[in-house]
């Protein structure tokens, strides 16, 4: 057994001066002709020597064609003068490009009707909670895997009046729907929200959408689904079932930072999601309204007001293009392969504790290692250049994320630092 103490960290002041290649002993191996054969994709993501880059659930790596693109767009938006004019209203107007693109590539129902991009899920989060009309009185429920971004807006919508609910998402399966119906029965005469992941972030379990969606339409409650840990890594389809469902493109999704989104169910919006906070659409800058009562013809911009980073939001087109392009190869398949594939080999090893359901369509590994604080393993995974993602409450665990540029020597590396250590 290796020793666990924690004196191998770089203290503060030396990692100021740091300026060595940030793991000095490990390097991701190289890729394998017969890899590149089989995963042509890899290539675009040179990225990867430098280190085993398994935090695709935090932030995506950019393919190269991908990055090109980001680039030349924002050429092309200065050499054009960025607020000439001339070319802004082009500018709004390619966007819509990348608006199709993503309705094509969720498979939604209603094509680009409800789909709104935002900068970030957070964004998107509080758009779409702080739009749905609740009663004082509403019952809200969530569940104990979720991130801060969502816990944060239901904790302000959770006033004096409105109750509360933690509901355990265990393993996403038919425990949680029975679960959540329980609570439902009881809360009957309030009805609320339930605001939830498609995808833990945690454990990379999965809810199956349309049922969460028909549950609490059945009882009438609203439903939000928080989807960003989904596009890429499932199926979004089911989600828009939901009254709203976030989308997200920087983290599986291959987009740079900057690229997420709301689906807001335009049956909803019709009645009863009004937005909480506006911004000038195409009406308002056509004709100056004669009074502030009557309103103005609103679009879709409306929620995405101000001076955006247009060319931002034109490169998640050419992510989702790039991922479609190498679908009939499995690129989709790629990465939850790796991981189920680790987590299968994880599971036989006595001293781990597998967090993430082991046969999960997801990319997600979440587990910890006797005896080890997750502060050494975490450690320890980055002597062996493995970039991950710490997991705290109610978890305490390591989280390790594959993308599409990892291969097979990934996982193997992953397996030797945990048997070195076990
Ligand atoms: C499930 C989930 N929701 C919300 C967020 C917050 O995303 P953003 O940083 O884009 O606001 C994250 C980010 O990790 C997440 O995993």
Same mark, same amino acid.
């Given at each position: 057994?290796?020793?666990?103490?924690?004196?191998?960290?770089?203290?503060?002041?030396?990692?100021?001066?740091?300026r060595g290649p940030l793991f000095a002993s490990a390097r991701s191996q190289p890729v394998t002709e017969n890899?590149?054969?089989?995963?042509?994709? +890899?290539?675009?993501?040179?990225?990867?020597?430098?280190?085993?880059?398994?935090?695709?659930?935090?932030?995506?790596?950019?393919?190269?064609?991908?990055?090109?693109?980001?680039?030349?767009?924002?050429?092309?938006?200065?050499?054009?003068?960025?607020?000439? &004019?001339?070319?802004?209203?082009?500018?709004?107007?390619?966007?819509?490009?990348?608006? @199709?693109?993503?309705?094509?590539?969720?498979?939604?129902?209603?094509?680009?009707?409800?789909?709104?991009?935002?900068?970030?899920?957070?964004?998107?989060?509080?758009?779409?909670?702080?739009?749905?009309?609740?009663?004082?009185?509403?019952?809200?429920?969530?569940?104990?895997?979720?991130?801060?971004?969502?816990?944060?807006?239901?904790? @302000?919508?959770?006033?004096?009046?409105?109750?509360?609910? +933690?509901?355990?998402?265990?393993?996403?399966?038919?425990?949680?729907?029975?679960?959540?119906?329980? +609570?439902?029965?009881?809360?009957?005469?309030?009805?609320?929200?339930?605001?939830?992941?498609?995808?833990?972030?945690?454990?990379?379990?999965?809810?199956? @959408?349309? =049922?969460?969606?028909?549950?609490?339409?059945?009882?009438?409650?609203?439903?939000?689904?928080?989807?960003?840990?989904?596009?890429?890594?499932?199926?979004?389809?089911?989600?828009?079932?939901?009254?709203?469902?976030?989308?997200?493109?920087?983290?599986?999704?291959?987009?740079?930072?900057?690229?997420?989104?709301?689906? +807001?169910? &335009?049956?909803?919006?019709?009645?009863?999601?009004?937005?909480?906070?506006?911004?000038?659409?195409?009406?308002?800058?056509?004709?100056? &309204?004669?009074?502030?009562?009557?309103?103005?013809?609103?679009?879709?911009?409306?929620?995405?007001?101000?001076?955006? =980073?247009?060319?931002?939001?034109?490169?998640?087109?050419?992510?989702?293009?790039?991922?479609?392009?190498?679908?009939?190869?499995?690129?989709?398949?790629? =990465?939850?392969?790796?991981?189920?594939?680790?987590?299968?080999?994880?599971?036989?090893?006595?001293?781990?504790?597998?967090?993430?359901?082991?046969?999960?369509?997801?990319?997600?590994?979440?587990?910890?290692?006797? &005896?080890?604080?997750?502060?050494?393993?975490?450690? =320890?995974?980055?002597?062996?250049?493995?970039?991950?993602?710490?997991?705290?409450?109610?978890?305490?665990?390591?989280?390790?994320?594959?993308?599409?540029?990892?291969?097979?020597?990934?996982?193997?590396?992953?397996?030797?630092?945990?048997?070195?250590?076990?």
């Open positions: 057994m290796k020793d666990k103490s924690d004196d191998t960290q770089e203290t503060p002041e030396a990692a100021k001066h740091h890899e590149i054969m089989r995963y042509p994709w +890899i290539q675009d993501f040179p990225q990867t020597n430098d280190a085993i880059y398994l935090n695709a659930g935090t932030l995506s790596l950019i393919p190269l064609p991908v990055m090109e693109h980001f680039i030349g767009y924002w050429q092309q938006w200065n050499r054009e003068g960025a607020g000439n &004019p001339l070319h802004y209203e082009a500018w709004h107007e390619r966007v819509e490009q990348t608006r @199709a693109s993503l309705a094509a590539f969720c498979g939604s129902p209603q094509g680009e009707e409800g789909l709104h991009l935002t900068s970030s899920v957070s964004d998107a989060l509080n758009f779409g909670l702080l739009g749905f009309s609740l009663s004082q009185d509403a019952t809200i429920i969530t569940s104990d895997q979720e991130h801060p971004a969502l816990i944060a807006p239901l904790t @302000a919508l959770c006033t004096s009046g409105r109750s509360g609910h +933690i509901v355990p998402y265990g393993q996403g399966g038919e425990d949680f729907l029975d679960r959540l119906e329980a +609570i439902l029965k009881t809360s009957r005469h309030h009805p609320g929200l339930v605001a939830v992941s498609h995808v833990s972030h945690m454990t990379g379990a999965v809810l199956d @959408a349309q =049922a969460v969606a028909d549950l609490c339409h059945r009882y009438q409650v609203r439903l939000l689904l928080d989807g960003a840990q989904a596009l890429g890594q499932v199926p979004v389809a089911p989600g828009f079932a939901a009254d709203a469902y976030i989308l997200n493109g920087q983290k599986w999704g291959l987009a740079p930072v900057g690229n997420a989104g709301i689906y +807001i169910n &335009p049956s909803l919006a019709r009645d009863d999601w009004h937005p909480p906070a506006y911004g000038p659409s195409d009406g308002f800058w056509s004709e100056y &309204p004669a009074s502030l009562d009557g309103g103005w013809t609103s679009n879709r911009r409306k929620l995405e007001y101000g001076t955006r =980073a247009w060319p931002t939001w034109m490169a998640w087109k050419d992510a989702l293009e790039y991922r479609t392009q190498w679908s009939n190869l499995g690129f989709e398949e790629h =990465a939850s392969r790796l991981a189920r594939s680790l987590r299968q080999a994880m599971s036989t090893m006595p001293n781990v504790t597998l967090w993430s359901p082991i046969d999960a369509p997801t990319a997600t590994v979440t587990f910890s290692l006797a &005896p080890y604080t997750t502060h050494q393993l975490s450690q =320890a995974l980055n002597q062996a250049g493995i970039v991950h993602r710490l997991i705290g409450m109610p978890i305490d665990a390591v989280r390790l994320t594959f993308g599409p540029w990892n291969h097979d020597a990934a996982r193997d590396q992953v397996l030797a630092a945990l048997h070195q250590l076990s």
